[in-house]
């Protein structure tokens, strides 16, 4: 049976969400492999020869500069269907339109800011986005703006396909490798949905023994 540590981050750092304290716990956990919310492109962008930016390749490419393991991108749904614009389009309507929204955002970055990981891997943290999650429903329902309602419907599908693509990526490499300690770094947002397809992934040929990391 393999065994795998499920990890929420942040793409952005923050206070203490820091590739630093990302580091620190991804060397807490040593990995022998690491599955990465990236596809094949940012794969290469952030290891190639302009460096890694986010929070989670910064930390990872420390930690595999004195580490031989292998780290691969799992997050391989194409996302053809929604264009940059249309997500900023689509967060500026939503956040534009609810002051309850902006609060808990807002609350969101402050919590994340002063207690990073920990935040970010808590219960409380789930509570919260999925209340996000409901007020964006509400609003773009509320709104009526059949330009909104086309693409917050396309980025629930979208986000729906690229979970699915994760985990079945990892059981299917699961299927021709026992993974002893390996480790799943996606962002929050995800945490609670991923969960769910986890539970409810049937596959009876692979064994994965999922923890969530809690400190």
């Not at 962008?45 to 989670?56: A, F, I, L, Q, V």
């Not at 490499?173 to 962002?187: D, E, F, M, Q, R």
């Amino acid at each position: 049976m393999s065994n795998i540590t499920f990890l929420s981050s942040c793409h952005f750092e923050t206070g203490n969400c820091s590739s630093i304290e990302l580091y620190k716990i991804i060397e807490g956990i040593a990995p022998d492999i690491i599955f990465e919310e990236l596809n094949q492109n940012g794969y290469n962008d952030h290891y190639g020869e302009e460096g890694p930016y986010s929070t989670e390749t910064k930390a990872i490419y420390k930690y595999l500069r004195n580490n031989n393991i292998q780290h691969i991108p799992v997050d391989t749904y194409d996302i053809k269907d929604l264009s940059k614009d249309d997500k900023k389009y689509m967060d500026n309507m939503i956040y534009n339109n609810s002051i309850e929204y902006q609060n808990l955002f807002n609350n969101q970055l402050k919590q994340l800011h002063l207690y990073g990981f920990k935040f970010l891997n808590s219960e409380e943290c789930t509570s919260l986005m999925l209340e996000l999650q409901k007020i964006e429903n509400n609003i773009q329902e509320q709104l009526c703006d059949d330009k909104l309602t086309n693409i917050y419907k396309t980025w629930i599908r979208i986000n729906n396909e690229r979970e699915n693509e994760m985990i079945k990526n990892i059981y299917n490499y699961c299927k021709a490798n026992i993974i002893n300690k390996g480790l799943l770094i996606t962002g929050a947002d995800h945490r609670n949905s991923l969960k769910n397809i986890i539970q409810n992934y049937k596959d009876n040929d692979i064994k994965i023994n999922w923890n969530y990391w809690n400190n």
